[in-house]
């Protein structure tokens, strides 16, 4: 059991807020902060802060690559090669990010060997494949949390571009209306990404001209998809992922909503806060807003254009006490939300916990005492704190130590859907 204090990565979409009230710091911040990693990625390892810690096990990777089976577990540490499978993050956007997708297991198998033989170094810029593993990921939202997720049903999507009433549309709209499936979504897609630079000289102003006209009419609608394209259209005038927020589903959710993304789901993340946790991996394509490396190829051979519904991206949830579980077909992690009740009137003050292979508990607010189920002294983790789990650890106690406290738990499940 060690307490971990997370990594600030200060990427420029960032709050200056989010990050520092939430661990109870000054604000605003001197730089944007983007994101709080709790975990054991070689880029930005948790820090050890327990004061009994080995002074050459500082950080987490350090910790577990000591001892990688007691850690772990041995089931685990066997699946994943010694390495914990999720990272576990608290993210806070004030400006979108860039529309991307992520392969499956096979796919990013492949590319990585592929880059590997073509003697791509791991660092480049123009690398796709950073590691042989898929991505899924998995955000609970803290705040209201809005994102672009997943191809609408193209049927929807005609409607809309037909109230957009933009003539320069009209070849497009009937690329789709004549073929209203994954096949035509596939070739409007790689139409507009693929369109040369004069072409969208014209077309991506004719489309923000359209959607300014539109919010101005009395039909609403696909009024926060075409505000969506206008901020997206003032950040990135001449990116054809502007035209390619008109596929996606335009999704908001409210605190304690989740949204899973799989292989192949091209999304965007435009502002909010919330948890994160996702395989413990760096592979991302890229489809726009944004001036990193785009491989088109690529990422049309990755991208899955299944219509989908908001329905069908946000995961179920089971109640288990004070837990709320996210279930989805991810085998590198579980989530689940707990809050506690410390004066024990309205819900529980106190959960106990036992799973094999490790966790991490990270408490968003409040402050909550871990102490082992067989006694000893308890462990005070406040908000913006984690507590590691190892599979060697003894079972524990959580207990809400202030009026009310919530925290995050990411296991690794001990079945294995089959991999996609």
Known sequence: MRLLEGIVRPYAWGS?????????????????????WFGAHPAAPARCVDET????QTDLLAVIDA???GQLGADCARRYDNRLPFLLKVLAADEPLSLQAHPSSEQARIGFAKENAAGIPIDAAHRNYRDPSSKPE???????????????DPVATVDLLRALAVPELDTYLGLLAGQPDSDGLRALFTTWITLPEAVLHTLVPAVLD???????????????????????????PLDPGVLTVLLLNRIRLTPGEGLYLGAGNLHAYLRGVAVEVM??????????LTPKHIDVPELLAVLDFTPSSR????????TLGAERIFTTPAHE???????LDGTGIHRASSISLDAPGPQILTVISGTVEVRRADGGRPTSVAAGASIWLADSDPDVVVRAASTSAVFFRSVVPVTSPVQG
């Open 16 to 36: 200056r807020t989010a990050l520092s009230e939430l661990r109870g710091l000054p604000t605003p911040s001197t730089h944007p902060e983007a994101e709080l």
């Open 53 to 56: 810690a080995d002074e050459a």
């Open 67 to 69: 001892d990688p089976v």
């Open 138 to 152: 998995l955000v609970v939202a803290l705040t209201e949390f809005d994102a672009l997720a997943g191809f609408r």
């Open 210 to 236: 359209g959607a300014i006209a539109y919010l101005g009419r009395e039909d609403r609608r696909f009024a926060p998809e075409l505000q969506t394209v206008l901020e997206l259209g003032e950040a990135y």
């Open 279 to 288: 395989a413990n991996s760096d592979n991302v394509l890229r489809g726009g």
């Open 311 to 318: 329905e069908q991206l946000l995961p179920s949830v089971r």
């Open 333 to 339: 992690f579980r989530l689940s939300r707990v809050e």
